[in-house]
Structure formats: structure tokens, C-alpha cells
């Protein structure tokens, strides 16, 4: 069976400074990976998604991951933070069938 | 294309009374999802479709809930009777069928108040 764990629920930056949410999948076959964004009051909008092609894998508004399949992880990072990418993150694993599996989302706060 | 279309964007209503809330997928999506959010709960998938087929409901609360996709562009998520635990934002998203990529593409949520 697929599944995430994201290993912060609430991360907290200073503007300028990187960020790094952090992810962990468990799969039973290659997995296709996402990241979701969530901002307050809004829906869910992709940021990027890993489909076995490259590792390092480049979203919009400059966040990218990285997918390591030795340690079943696939970070969020961002070298530098902006007021803008307040919101929730979601870590998502393909399940298969057409199905996504959510992680719990972790908040990003970016403070002034 | 517009995107995933939901309506309406904010439901009240009173104990008892039936809620339908709206869904119009992308065009040419084969997909069409369900799913419903609550800070207790997070965001919880609670049936999805595949070529108007219900294909898992295994999400769904109760009997009190039901969801209908007649034809390839409409959806409908109804709640008969509603109660206030059913309090939440109610998303739509659909996708492509295309390989194992399986990208989802949300609509903005009905943001559902029962009082």
C-alpha cells in the first residue's frame, strides 16, 4: 500500500531564509509523487510532480524536490522565502487506480 | 480552459434540509473525485469516479450521503439530511487518465455551513 508522512506539521521561516518541508513516502512499486499548495480559502493548486524522469524536479514559484529513492523521501525546498508562500503543503503519493494519498499538511508561517 | 467548476461557493443551511453542491469537470477528464475538508479531519477523498462510474465510496460517512455523475461533464454531492458535523469544505478535482501520472486538478471548494 502507498503512503506519506510528512514530518512537520507546522514549519515557521523568516522571509529570505530557505525553506524545507520535509516528506516521506512508502510504496510498493515506483511511485509518482506531488506536492500540493494550499493558501487560506483557496483550493488546491500543484506545485510540481516526479514521474520517474529526473530526480531533482522544478515547481512554480521557485520550490523544487528532490525525490531519493534510498530514503524514501521527497523534500520540498525553496532557497529563498517570500510572504506569499504562507500556506499548507501537501505531500501526495500516487495510489494507484487514480487514486491520491494525502499527507496531513504542514503549515509554512513566513515571518516578516 | 476554466478549470474545475463548483457551485455553489458557499452553502447555509438548517439541520435536516438537503445540500446539493455542483461539480463541472475539465473537458476530456476521465476522473472526477470527491473529497471533503475539516481541521479535524484534514482532507478526506470520499468517492471517485472514473467514466461516470463510481468506482469508490469507501469514503463516504454515511447514508446521508450520496453522489451522482450523469454524464461526463456534471457531478453532485448530496447530503439528505445535513447536520452540523457535516460542516466542511467540499472540493471536486478530476484528472487525465494517462500512465501512473494520475495529476488531480481542484476546483475551489463549497464551503458548507450547517446550523
Known amino acids: 500500500a502507498q503512503s506519506v508522512t510528512q514530518l512537520d506539521s507546522h514549519v515557521s521561516v523568516s522571509e529570505g531564509t530557505p525553506v524545507l518541508l520535509r516528506c516521506n513516502y512508502s510504496s510498493s512499486y515506483s511511485p509518482s509523487l506531488f506536492w500540493y499548495v494550499q493558501h487560506p480559502n483557496k483550493g488546491l493548486q500543484l506545485l510540481l510532480k516526479y514521474t520517474s524522469a529526473a530526480t531533482l524536479v522544478k515547481g512554480i514559484n521557485g520550490f523544487e524536490a528532490e525525490f531519493k529513492k534510498s530514503e524514501t523521501s521527497f523534500h520540498l525546498t525553496k532557497p529563498s522565502a517570500h510572504m506569499s508562500d504562507a500556506a499548507e503543503y501537501f505531500c501526495v503519493v500516487s495510489g494507484g487506480t487514480g487514486k491520491l494519498i494525502f499527507g496531513q499538511g504542514t503549515t509554512l508561517q513566513v515571518k516578516p | 480552459d476554466a478549470g474545475v467548476i463548483q457551485s455553489p461557493r458557499h452553502e447555509v443551511t438548517e439541520m435536516g434540509q438537503e445540500v446539493t453542491l455542483r461539480c463541472k469537470p475539465i473537458?476530456?477528464?476521465?476522473?472526477l473525485f470527491w473529497y471533503r475538508q475539516t481541521m479535524m479531519r484534514g482532507l478526506e477523498l470520499l468517492i471517485y469516479?472514473?467514466?461516470?462510474?463510481?468506482?469508490?465510496d469507501s469514503g463516504m460517512p454515511e447514508d446521508r450521503f450520496s453522489a451522482k455523475m450523469p454524464n461526463a461533464s456534471f457531478s453532485t454531492l448530496k447530503i439528505q439530511p445535513s447536520e452540523p458535523r457535516d460542516s466542511a469544505v467540499y472540493f471536486c478535482?478530476?484528472?487525465?487518465?494517462?500512465?501512473?501520472?494520475?495529476?488531480?486538478?481542484f476546483g475551489p471548494g463549497t464551503r458548507l455551513t450547517v446550523t
Open positions: 469516479f472514473n467514466n461516470n462510474v463510481p468506482i469508490d
Open positions: 473537458s476530456g477528464h476521465d476522473y
Open positions: 478535482a478530476s484528472s487525465a487518465e494517462g500512465g501512473s501520472v494520475y495529476e488531480q486538478y
